[in-house]
Structures are given as C-alpha cells and as structure tokens.
C-alpha cells in the first residue's frame, strides 16, 4: 500500500512540473512564437539570428554544355540570353547557345550588357526582358552580366514595380522582394565577383553618381555553372586583379561586424538583409576562400597553362562569394567604389579596351587588342580587384583592434607565423603580411601609384560615405576622419 501511495505522490509531482514547464514563458527564441515576435520588434536592439542562402552550384570542365538539359529539366520554352557584346563572339556563349541548339530550346540573345552596369543599362534590359515574356534567364559573363540579368528577371515578374522599389535604401525604397522569380542559370566568365552564388546586383545610379544596389536572396541565380575552361585566357594581370577581388571578399566576410551586434533587429524575416554580419557559416567558407588564394594565387598569375591553378581559383571565387554573400563586406569595398570610379590617368596592364573596366573580362590577348567596350560614354576606371586590394592593408590594419583572433588568424592563413604576435599588434602583422603578398604580386605602389594625390583625398572619402550598404558592417565604428587616415596611408604601400 505505501508504494502504491508513493507512486502515486510520484505522478502528481510528474503531472504538476510538466504543467509549469507548459506554462512558462521559454526564452528561446526558436520554440515560443511570442516571444519570437518579442525579441525581433521590441527586446533587442541588434539581430540575435543569420539565414545562409546560396545559389546551387554545379562545377566541372564542360559544364556549359549541360545548360541545354537543365533548361529542358525545367520547361522551359522561351529562354532568354545575357551577355556583352565581346563575349558573345567568343568561346563560352558558344558553348552555352550550341547547348541550347542541340537540345531545341528556343531563346532570345541580349547583348547589351553594360560593363559596369548603370541605373539606365538595367532599365534596357528590363525593358527587353519585359517585351519577351520569358520563362527561364541564362547570363554568360562576369559579374555585370549576371547582376544585369538578376534585375532583369526581377523587374520581368514585378511589372508594376517602379525602378526604385527594390534599390537599397536610401538611394531607393528597399522593398522586400515577395514574389517568385524565373530559373536564372549563371555562367561565370571570371574568377573573382561570385556573383553566380549571391543574391545582389550592383549597379552605378547615374542621377547621383553613386553606386548602390538591389539585395535580396530572391534574386540569386538557380544554378552557377562554373566550366573552368572559361577562365584558361585571361591574362595574368587581369587574373590577378580577379584574385584580389576573391582575397578582400574572404577577408572583409570574415572580419565583418558579427550577425547578432548587427542592428535593428528586423521586425520580420523577409526584411533581414543578404549581408548579414560574420557568422559561423560564412566563416568556414571564408577561411577555405583564403587557403585556396594563398597556395594557388601566384601560380595562376604566373602560369596561363597551370589548369589546376586557374580551375582552383574559379571554385575560391564561389567559396568566397558563398561566405560574403551571406556575412557581406566592409572597409576595402566601400572605399573601392570612389578609387574606381574617379581614377583619372592609370590605366591598368591586360584591360586593351576604350576605357580600363572594375570588372574583369576574360578575353585572350589578341582579343583585347581587336576589341572595344560598347559603351555610352568614356569613364576612366580602375579594375575592381585592384581598387579594393589598395586598401586592404591599411584598412584591416585599423579594424584589427575589434577582433585581433581573426584579424592573426588570416595572416597565418596567408602564410605569416604567428606564433608569438600580441593581440595588439595584430593590425600590424596582417597589413605587412598583406603587403608582402602584394608586393609579391607586382601590385602598383598604393593610390599614388595610379594617379592620386593626397588632394584627392576629400572626395574619396565624400564617395565612401554613402556606401553604408558595405561600409556599417565594418567590425570597428569610423568617423569621416578615420576614412581620411586610411585613404592617406593606402597612397603608398611599400
């Protein structure tokens, strides 16, 4: 009778603590709806949550011609084609329309890319896509290509929406993107945007002669296909400035500002942004990104016939483009953007064409030599990758005191021994690590090199300062000030 009593005692004291714990209010975020809701609108300040969203990939010598198949996987009856038009003459648009050809698929070519796209090229080929009704998107091409057919796509199944809706804020609206996209297939030509995997289109907006943007996951492409044949011509200065590009993206994604001290809060998951913070994902993508820069790099630039270089590279651009598509960038980038756009007299080796390019294009040299950029108007700009590596050492330099166990841990990826540097002098150890490397490289002596000077300055920085898209993710705050510094001390690296 007495166990019979205690069993039961046991019971109720079973039944009364299983009651409570329904009851109470759980402080995990992933298993009460209300204070779900509580946490992302009114107890937190900062993010508490990341999401990684990435484009599939497929990768393998001759993958362009399996472009045919997919389209036909998906149903698609009206197909249409993006590219500029240099690369349509050549070897991987090719390769992509005889895919197409051989399978019956019918398509539409637009040619027109601008290389670095404006507010006025996207609108073109939105329009184009409007007028065709197409049910699938391929892009054939480096970066502008790809963000050119993203916002194609988008404005194609939005057709109500003004221009400015989905642009970032404040140049546009920001408007979360609600309804569903078309298949976009991109084809990377380079080795260094990774925009085949990201879900980001950037773009210069001419009426305020800025650069901005569209962010938003709905926009990456369905597949990436990565035929590291495509990336076999390019010569060796434009490799290596691709290969910077891949190197600041690894390195800014992650020394990001950390995903849970990145504020406001969203009030709702559609209006988390694509650059998030550093977070552990994007981080293993990142550190991988680097490895692969610091063996394989030097022997790309070096060697045009080093396959297994070259091929490596292309992956390290997805692998880095995975992680900064998802964490973002900061510093480097957003102080990319005005070196580009107001170089006035450098004009960089391997770029043979009307006006140097921020993308790089992977064209054979006697390509570059009979070719000219179809643009509208003759800009001077500085390649892509080399206006953010110039950068790079004085920057990671100032953002080194926030989180000096990454800032240490990429130089000893990069091949510096660290084994008995300070936290403190941890700034100092990755920049000449940095500059060793670029030294190495044959990268121009900093700013001064392409044509700066130190008057220059102030409208360096009154470009940088829009740029908050890249520039607030930055690890450590900075001031008007700060910018100033670390533009005076990138005019000479060594």
């Known amino acids: 009778m007495e166990v019979i009593v205690n069993m039961a005692a046991s019971r ?57 198949m997919d389209l036909q996987n998906l149903g698609a009856r009206h197909v249409c084609v993006m590219t500029d038009k240099n690369l349509c003459r050549l070897p991987p648009v090719k390769a992509v329309v ?76 920001g408007k979360p993107v609600t309804g569903a996209l078309k298949p976009l297939i991109a084809v990377p030509t380079t080795a260094g945007t990774g925009s085949e995997t990201t879900g980001v289109a950037i773009f210069d907006y001419e009426p305020l002669r800025a650069k901005t943007g569209i962010a938003s996951r709905a926009l990456r492409p369905t597949l990436g ?35 849970h001290r990145r504020a406001p809060c969203p009030p709702d998951p559609v209006r988390r942004p694509a650059y998030q913070g550093s977070n552990p994902i994007s981080d293993v993508w990142a550190r991988h990104a680097l490895r692969v820069v610091a063996k394989y790099l030097k022997r790309a630039v070096g060697d045009p016939e080093d396959v297994e270089a070259r091929s490596a590279m292309h992956l390290a651009s997805v692998f880095a483009g995975i992680g900064f598509g998802n964490a973002g960038v900061h510093l480097c980038h957003g102080m990319s ?16 064409v009307e006006h140097p390019l921020v993308v790089s294009w992977p064209y054979r040299r006697r390509t570059y030599r009979k070719m000219r950029c179809d643009v509208t108007r003759h800009v001077r700009r500085q390649p892509h990758g080399l ?29 510096a021994d660290v084994s008995r540097v300070k936290p403190s002098d941890a700034g100092a150890a990755l920049a000449d690590t940095l500059r060793r490397f670029l030294f190495e490289m044959r990268v121009e002596d900093g700013l001064a090199a392409v044509g700066y000077r130190k008057e220059d300055v102030p409208a360096l920085v009154r470009g940088t300062v829009p740029q908050e898209r890249v520039t607030k993710l930055s690890p450590r705050e900075h001031s008007e000030e700060d910018l100033t510094r670390l533009f005076e001390a990138s005019m000479k690296l060594y």
């Open 225 to 259: 296909v990565v035929d590291p044949r495509h990336t076999l011509s390019m010569p060796a200065r434009v490799a290596a400035n691709s290969g910077f590009d891949v190197l600041c993206h690894a390195l800014e994604s992650y020394t990001a500002l950390p995903y």
């Open 12 to 68: 109720d004291r079973v039944v009364r603590l299983l009651v409570q714990l329904e009851h109470a209010a759980c402080r995990c975020p992933a298993h009460s709806n209300t204070l779900h809701q509580a946490v992302t609108c009114s107890e937190r300040k900062t993010d508490y949550a990341f999401e990684m969203a990435s484009s599939n990939v497929r990768y393998g010598e001759g993958v362009s011609g399996e472009i045919g």
């Open 337 to 352: 953007y005005p070196i580009a756009g107001n170089v006035k007299t450098h004009k960089a080796d391997g770029y043979n």
């Open 387 to 415: 206006s953010v590596v110039l950068t790079a050492p004085a920057v990671f330099g100032f953002t080194a005191p926030a989180c000096p166990e990454r800032h240490l841990d990429a130089a000893q990826i990069l091949g």
């Open 98 to 173: 005889e895919s197409l050809a051989n399978c019956g698929v019918p398509f539409k070519m637009y040619d027109s890319v601008r290389v670095e796209p404006t507010d006025g090229s996207f609108k073109d080929a939105i329009a184009f896509a409007k007028r065709g009704a197409f049910d699938a998107f391929v892009a054939v091409g480096g970066g502008s290509v790809i963000d050119t057919c993203k916002a194609a796509n988008l404005y194609s199944c939005h057709p109500d929406a003004r221009f400015l809706d989905f642009v970032n804020a404040p140049i546009g609206r």
